[in-house]
């Protein structure tokens, strides 16, 4: 969530209609010593000002009917301001090392990430002596978590309200807190892998297959006492509606309150390809229905978990995406011709980042918004042949909106007007996460 100048843009813009990957950032990290993991993880209830608007939809009731140009309400501008807490704010963290790679990866409840917060983290944790080979921040795409975070004009009118820095300085030291305790409290570890399926709680926005896998990747001391678990689904954090004014962390924050308290350990929610998923149960009755089914799905998936190497990869590729625009007609029901845009280069970048990472036979790639379960699907397919299973990071480091396939895209929707990055957008995406993944594996020497 940020601009871009339009001369940057146009330095960038001539590699962007090449749907591949370019411009390596990092070598493949691997670690070298595969017998030997640290880990250590926190859980980190943050504490925001009293009435932060809510980010997630950006209609009424939400929005507000004019603009606070009053000022009278000191965090909400756009939208109005929040009037409670249902359920505590939460950011997780889970740091695991292995030789010379160090990895950081924090959740929040948030509908999206601002590269921004990661960008004040690191220098906050330098100067503790904290430094990471990766950082990897998931939003768990909740739309009843904070808005006001955000340096965006652009994402804060559309969804999130302008930028409040007692907000964003609340989420910040959440983030630092987090990041030193997970860090202090590191111990020896082995992780292993467990898988289910849920079903019959979500439901396809375009009337396609859903990818109804629950993955987690479960860390353990050698002494056997539960580090923390990463579990991973796609779905929308919208079974709260815009007429929700209570901060929440929708279906997702209930399930991973129900997980800690089964394990007795911080449980990160990172969401899946979730462009097209939306929830089934709505409401507060259906946050507990899906919450109470995806806590369940992941302790069977915890329980039955096999026993992986303790290897720790990271990948980082830069890439070039296509000119950022607003196509009307995916806007307008189909009633405006096609060429008729609205340009967002001044607003949105022309590159971005995904990163492939290798927790033990589990390889995971970030994406920068959210990517539709099409082109997970064939990440995953794809990814299999050089690891025990592929997950998506969806939602991750970044937000960008969505990345469909051409074919959806060109149906005018409302996920097709907010998907920014044209028609070939989500294939870039997709196979710059093949690229990094096969990176990765290739530093591994994983090809099969």
Not at 339 to 351: E, K, Q, R, T, V
Request: charged fraction near 20%.
């Amino acid at each position: 969530m940020r601009g871009l100048s339009a001369r940057a843009f146009r330095r960038a813009l001539a590699a962007t209609l090449v749907v591949t990957w370019s411009g390596v950032t990092s070598p493949a990290l691997a670690s070298r010593n595969v017998g030997t993991l640290l880990a250590g993880a926190a859980r980190v209830e943050v504490t925001l000002p009293s009435g932060t608007p809510l980010g997630g939809y950006g209609g009424f009731p939400r929005r507000a009917w004019l603009p606070d140009i009053l000022g009278r309400h000191p965090y909400a501008f756009w939208f109005r301001p929040s009037t409670g807490v249902h359920d505590p704010i939460t950011i997780r963290s889970l740091v695991l090392e292995s030789g010379q790679v160090r990895l950081l990866w924090v959740t929040l409840d948030l509908v999206g990430i601002d590269p921004g917060l990661l960008t004040e983290l690191r220098p906050r944790l330098a100067q503790r002596g904290l430094s990471y080979t990766a950082v990897v921040a998931s939003a768990s795409h909740t739309h009843s978590g904070p808005g006001a975070y955000a340096d965006s004009a652009l994402f804060g009118f559309l969804a999130v309200d302008r930028l409040s820095p007692s907000v964003r300085a609340a989420l910040v030291a959440g983030l630092e807190d987090a990041a030193r305790r997970a860090d202090a409290g590191k111990i020896p570890a082995r992780i292993a892998f467990g898988r289910t399926e849920v079903r019959d709680i979500a439901e396809s926005r375009v009337r396609e297959p859903l990818d109804q896998e629950l993955g987690v990747v479960k860390v353990v001391g050698v002494n056997g006492r539960p580090v923390a678990a990463i579990w991973n689904y796609a779905i929308h954090g919208t079974a709260l509606g815009r007429d929700n004014f209570l901060l929440s962390g929708d279906l997702m924050g209930d399930a991973g309150e129900r997980i800690e308290r089964a394990i007795g350990a911080p449980a990160l929610f990172v969401n899946g390809a979730v462009g097209d998923v939306s929830p089934r149960p709505r409401g507060w009755t259906g946050v507990q229905t899906a919450g109470q089914a995806l806590a369940a799905g992941a302790l069977r998936a915890w329980d039955s978990a096999s026993a992986e190497p303790n290897g720790l990869q990271v990948a980082t590729e830069r890439v070039p995406l296509p000119t950022p625009s607003v196509a009307l007609r995916n806007c307008l029901d189909g009633w405006a011709p096609g060429w008729m845009n609205i340009g967002l280069a001044d607003a949105l970048p022309s590159a971005t980042e995904v990163t492939a990472i290798g927790i033990g036979r589990t390889g995971w790639v970030t994406i920068p918004g959210e990517l539709e379960t099409r082109l997970g699907l064939e990440i995953k397919a794809w990814g299999k042949t050089r690891f025990g299973q592929v997950l998506i990071a969806g939602v991750s480091n970044d937000y960008l909106g969505y990345f469909l396939a051409p074919v959806h895209y060109r149906r005018p929707s409302y996920i097709a007007c907010a998907s920014l990055y044209g028609e070939r957008g989500g294939e870039v995406v997709r196979s710059a996460a093949t690229a990094a993944l096969e990176r990765l594996a290739s530093a591994e020497g994983r090809r099969r």
